[in-house]
C-alpha cells in the first residue's frame, strides 16, 4: 500500500527546500522542557513566511506531509531518550482523509524509532473551518493513533469558542495578541482566567505563546498556566534544542507572590 494520500499522489513536487527550527515549551512549576515545536525555516535560516508563501495550491497536500516527516527525522536525531513532546504544525484543509494522511507520518515515526505518544500536532485555521465534521474525524484518528492535538492561536481569527465547542483538543495555545502586555492589562487578564475556568471544566491543558518579557511570564504564572513557550525563554534554533535561559526560572521564585497580589488587585 503507498504511504501517501490521494492528495499527495495529485499534488505536484516541491521546486524548493527548507528545514526545521525548534523552540522549546517550557513547564515553569517543574522548571523543566515540557516540549518543543518544530518551525519551518529555509536552508540558509530563512523565516516561515519565506518558505509559505513558495507553497502553490497544488503542492500544499505534499508540503503538509514533508514538514510531519522532515520534523520526525530531526528530532530524533536531537531529542533527549525520552520525556519531551514535538510539537507539529498542520492546516486541516492540507489533509485529505485523515487515516490516509498518516501513512507517512507513522512510517517516518517507525522508522526513527520516534514514539508516537510525544508528537503532538497544532492546529490551526486562518480562514474560517466550515466542515467541522471534518476537523473532528482528523480529531479522532490523531488520538486513536496516540497522538495529543492542540488548537494554536486560541483567541485570533476563527480559532476561537466556536470551534472549541464544536470539540475539544487535548491542548489550546493562547495567541500571543492576548498575551502581549498582560501584566498592565485588567482586560487581558479577565480574559485569561474566562480561558482559563473553560479549558479547567473541559480538561483542557492550557500554554501561553508569543511570552517576551518577564512580567508577562510571572503574570501568567500567577493566574494557573504552567506551560509557557516564548523569546523570553528561548528562541528557535535551526536543526538543534536550545537552552533555555535560567534567569527565566529563577525569577519566578523571587516575583511570584507580587504577580498574584497583582492578579487579585484586578
Known sequence: MSEQCPGCRTSKPLDFSFTMAFQPIVDVVDERVWGYEALIRGLAGEGAYTILSKVTEEQRY????????????????????????????FLPNAVYEPAACLRATLSAARKSRFPLTSIMFEFTEGEQMNDVAHLRRIIEEYRRNGFTTALD??????????????????????????????????????????????????????????????????????????????????????????????????????????????????
Not at 485570533?156 to 489550546?172: H, N, S
Not at 509557557?228 to 527565566?248: D, R, S, W
Open 153 to 266: 492561536d486560541f483567541g485570533a481569527g476563527y480559532a476561537g469558542l466556536g470551534l472549541l465547542a464544536d470539540f475539544q483538543p487535548d491542548l489550546i495555545k493562547i495567541d500571543m495578541h492576548l498575551i502581549r502586555g498582560i501584566d498592565t492589562s485588567r482586560a487581558r487578564q479577565a480574559i485569561l482566567s474566562a480561558i482559563l475556568y473553560v479549558a479547567r471544566e473541559l480538561d483542557i491543558v492550557v500554554l501561553a505563546e508569543g511570552i517576551e518579557t518577564h512580567a508577562e511570564a510571572t503574570t501568567l504564572r500567577a493566574a494557573g498556566v504552567r506551560l509557557m513557550q516564548g523569546y523570553h525563554f528561548a528562541k528557535p534554533a535551526i536543526e538543534t534544542l536550545p537552552g533555555v535561559n535560567p534567569a527565566a526560572f529563577e525569577s519566578f521564585r523571587f516575583d511570584l507572590g507580587d504577580a498574584e497580589a497583582s492578579i487579585a488587585a484586578a
Open 62 to 89: 505534499r508540503f503538509d506531509q514533508a514538514c510531519r516527516t522532515k520534523a520526525i527525522e530531526i528530532a530524533s536525531r536531537i531529542f533527549p531518550a525520552e520525556g519531551s513532546f514535538l510539537s507539529i504544525n
